[in-house]
């Protein structure tokens, strides 16, 4: 069966720190990827996709993703983080080979501290 | 930038009533999806609609659940007798195309009592 782990729960960073989250999936087919985040109450936004071509994808708000078919990962990253990056984060997969439905991590809340 | 709608943002209502949760995707999508997230859960997929039919759904998708796109623009899911443990987050989404990803509304938090 299809899944995406998000190993880390919580992860806080000062502001201004590098940020990586990880992302692995277990996938029977060729995966697209996405990055998605969530501030309280509000909705899931789209950060970066991946589909194929260049593996590392650049995203909106600074974050860029690595896609790594050998080590089945797809993390996400950013160079310094600001403190309204605070919110849950998201890593997705599908495949138009089970319907292009997207199966999610459990998601990683980033905590920024000033 | 074009949005996914839904409304209400907040809906509560009775074990056993039924309710209607409502969504307007992104005007030139073809794929509409609903997906909910239980407190502290992950977000799951619960169905996919294209060409006016039901193009999959998940194992949570039983009898109690229907969709229905009436007019072109909105995109229903109705819970015919709501549980206590239908309370989530339920969120809509629609795509042109997956290589476009995703397009997801705010969510309504439905709360069953």
């Known amino acids: 069966a299809q899944s995406v782990t998000q190993p880390d729960i919580h992860i806080t960073v000062s502001e201004g720190a590098s940020l990586e989250l990880r992302c692995n999936y277990s996938y029977g087919a060729t995966p697209y990827l996405f990055w998605y985040v969530q501030s309280p109450g509000q909705g899931l936004q789209l950060l970066l996709k991946y589909f194929s071509g260049d593996t590392l994808v650049q995203g909106i708000k600074g974050f860029e993703a690595e896609f790594k078919r050998s080590q089945s990962s797809f993390n996400l990253r950013k160079p310094s983080v600001h403190w309204s990056d605070a919110a849950e984060y998201f890593c997705a997969v599908g495949a138009r080979e089970y319907g292009n439905k997207l199966v999610f991590g459990a998601g990683t809340i980033l905590r920024v501290k000033s | 930038e074009p949005e996914v709608t839904q409304t209400p943002s907040h809906q509560v209502t009775q074990m056993g009533q039924e309710v209607i949760l409502r969504c307007v995707p992104i005007s030139n999508h073809l794929y509409f999806y609903w997906y909910r997230q239980i407190l502290g859960q992950k977000v799951e997929f619960l169905v996919s609609?294209?060409?006016?039919?039901?193009?999959?759904k998940s194992e949570i998708f039983d009898d109690q659940f229907s969709v229905e796109r009436p007019d072109g623009s909105n995109f229903t899911l109705k819970i015919r007798s709501t549980k206590l443990e239908d309370s989530a987050m339920y969120f809509c989404?629609?795509?042109?195309?997956?290589?476009?990803?995703?397009?997801f509304g705010s969510g309504t938090r439905l709360t069953v009592v």
């Open positions: 989404a629609s795509t042109l195309a997956e290589t476009y990803g995703y397009t």
């Open positions: 609609f294209y060409n006016n039919e039901i193009s999959e």
